[in-house]
């Protein structure tokens, strides 16, 4: 039983639903975002694979080339979620997904700098919207106190994408000259062509409602829009636009505070992903073996988001995970920045996945669970997704590609960035957790 879910309500036909739409729409959100990431992030494991060299690029041309993503990516985040409604989830998030699982296999074709950034221009255009409409999504079927839980494994998909992505480009690139193609060319193929496949299923299996699920009981439906109504969020299931309600949430105390935690948050995840393969190769390590060396930092990550997630929903916590993590991400950096042995910073290089991935699963819920209503709540997310994005423009800067010593540059700033983070949820966190009743603190 979800804490906060009256016991009256806790029915054998609300338990049924409530594993159905775990499977029905976490699952097959999971998979989506899932297949996002890797989309997106695999350009760190083709670059180690050899596309830099083999197009020629300069580290500020390879900048550029992860820079024109974003803008295309943070504008497309508040108009999704205002579409989502109208057009249907079950329809806008798979219509996406294949698009920019499309966008990605054709990547594998480029020859040149121009080519390279224009794919990324169309795909962040076609996957910007995806991740906060899913999170809009799940909560139109998650109570307040169900959702955390099931926030953690739609945002453990990223550290199971960044230990997967090392796998597969392992063997993947092991395909390189096969019909004339480098291995990173298969990279994009076959990543690319998985997304479509799995775009297409995603179709099938979305419903926009309890109500119109195919996959729910009647009695079931009953049972679980009881249990989400008890939550305080009964009354959105109408919900009408309007621009007054969109202006609002630029009104709001606790929105303002949130956003410069988002763009923190932004800066620490995106730089991990798209540069812990490049700072485990200097390390010494063969291409192959530093796709591996990535895979521990994720998959340690995972466990530790899914347990802190668990005890976050039982309890009512959110703030104080927050701190724990960005503490954790304080100290890898603090190694990382003092000395230059491989065995302490690859350890370090954990710490720092800790601070850069637990915390995002935290952060959604948090801002879910105190934004109402609808459309409100699709605003709140589209904008604090756009301040994660120029977290995401910067990180592509502050790594450069050459000595430690100019990394080091870079771990000062993301150590900097941790550090405001803490510090702002230390004395924020009451104040943040009073702006909607009952609250998470």
């Known amino acids: 039983m979800q804490p906060g879910l009256p016991a009256h309500l806790n029915t054998p036909a609300y338990r049924r639903g409530m594993l159905k739409v775990d499977f029905y729409v976490t699952g097959v ?7 996002a990431f890797l989309d997106k992030a695999n350009l760190g494991n083709a670059r180690v694979a050899g596309l830099q060299r083999d197009l020629g690029l300069s580290s500020t041309q390879w900048s550029l080339v992860l820079t024109a993503l974003y803008p295309p990516y943070m504008f497309s985040e508040i108009p ?104 990173w060319a298969w990279i994009f193929f076959l990543e690319g062509a998985a997304t479509c496949i799995f775009a297409i299923a995603a179709f099938f299996l979305m419903a926009p409602s309890y109500e119109k699920a195919w996959w729910l009981k ?83 990550v995972f466990v530790v988001a899914v347990i802190s997630s668990y005890y976050s929903d039982k309890h009512g916590i959110r703030g104080w995970n927050l701190v724990v993590f960005g503490g954790i991400g304080l100290i890898g950096y603090a190694i990382n920045i003092a000395t230059s042995n491989r065995s302490a910073r690859y350890a370090a290089l954990f710490l720092q996945a800790f601070a850069g991935y637990a915390p995002s699963p935290v952060l959604s819920s948090w801002l879910v669970d105190n934004t109402a209503p609808f459309y409100k709540r699709g605003t709140a997310i589209g904008a604090s997704y756009m301040a994660t994005q120029i977290g995401a423009i910067i990180s592509t800067w502050i790594y450069p590609t050459v000595s430690f010593q100019r990394r080091r540059c870079a771990f000062f700033a993301d150590r900097d960035s941790r550090r405001s983070l803490v510090s702002s949820l230390s004395r924020s966190r009451k104040r943040l957790a009073t702006a909607r009743e009952p609250p998470f603190p």
């Open 29 to 35: 959100v999971l998979l989506l975002y899932l297949f």
């Open 218 to 300: 009647q009695e079931e439906k009953e049972a679980l829009r009881a249990g989400y109504n008890s939550s305080g969020r009964g009354e959105e299931h109408d919900a009408h636009f309007t621009w007054a309600e969109v202006f609002s949430t630029f009104k709001s105390p606790f929105m303002l505070m949130m956003l410069p935690v988002f763009w923190s948050n932004g800066l620490i995840l995106f730089g991990l992903a798209y540069f812990a393969p490049t700072i485990v190769g200097t390390f010494g390590y063969s291409p192959i073996q530093t796709q591996l060396h990535s895979v521990p930092p994720y998959a340690v």
């Open 80 to 183: 999704v979620n205002l579409m989502l409604k109208r057009i249907g989830p079950h329809i806008l998030l798979p219509a996406l997904t294949l698009s920019f699982g499309i966008v990605c296999t054709f990547q594998g074709f480029v020859t040149s700098y121009g080519g390279l950034v224009a794919c990324r221009v169309m795909l962040g255009l076609a996957e910007g919207g995806l991740l906060c409409g899913i999170v809009l999504y799940m909560s139109t079927f998650y109570p307040r106190y169900s959702f955390q839980l099931r926030c953690v494994f739609l945002f453990s998909a990223t550290s199971l994408a960044g230990a997967f992505s090392g796998l597969l480009a392992a063997a993947i690139s092991k395909l390189d000259g096969h019909g004339g193609k480098p291995g």
